[in-house]
Nanobody, 126 residues
């Protein structure tokens, strides 16, 4: 069983930066794949970024070059550093964990993940 708690969301102006955190418990972050998804009002949940157990990462095209996913295994915490934010990034951001042996491609899909956090709201004003 893995518990995930996100924090760090809030309101930021376009062009600004924000760093979310996802505190994991129940399993060490070094032993699981982790990812970030987001869901804007009226839209489907979409993949943002993922990092696997051996520190390989993958990003959605919409955030590539602006977001960086990282993990501090000593703190059992996952981060996305989000730069150059724009109003289209406004959404509830969810942290997710997968205990299965999936490829990076599969980790871009929500179905690959066993555990989810409760989500944290990010609002980017224009």
């Amino acid at each position: 069983q893995v518990q995930l708690v996100e924090s760090g969301g809030g309101l930021v102006q376009a062009g600004g930066s924000l760093r979310l955190s996802c505190q994991a418990s129940g399993r060490t972050t070094s032993s699981i794949h982790m990812g970030w998804f987001r869901q804007a009002p009226g839209k489907e949940r979409e993949f943002v970024a993922a990092i696997n157990r051996i520190e390989r990462s993958n990003y959605a095209n919409s955030v590539k070059g602006r977001f960086t996913i990282s993990r501090d295994n000593a703190k059992n915490t996952l981060y996305p550093q989000m730069n150059s934010l724009n109003p289209e990034d406004t959404a509830v951001y969810y942290c997710a964990a997968s205990t299965k042996l999936y490829t990076m491609m599969v980790l871009t899909t929500a179905a690959a993940y066993d555990y989810w956090g409760q989500g944290t709201q990010v609002t980017v004003s224009s």
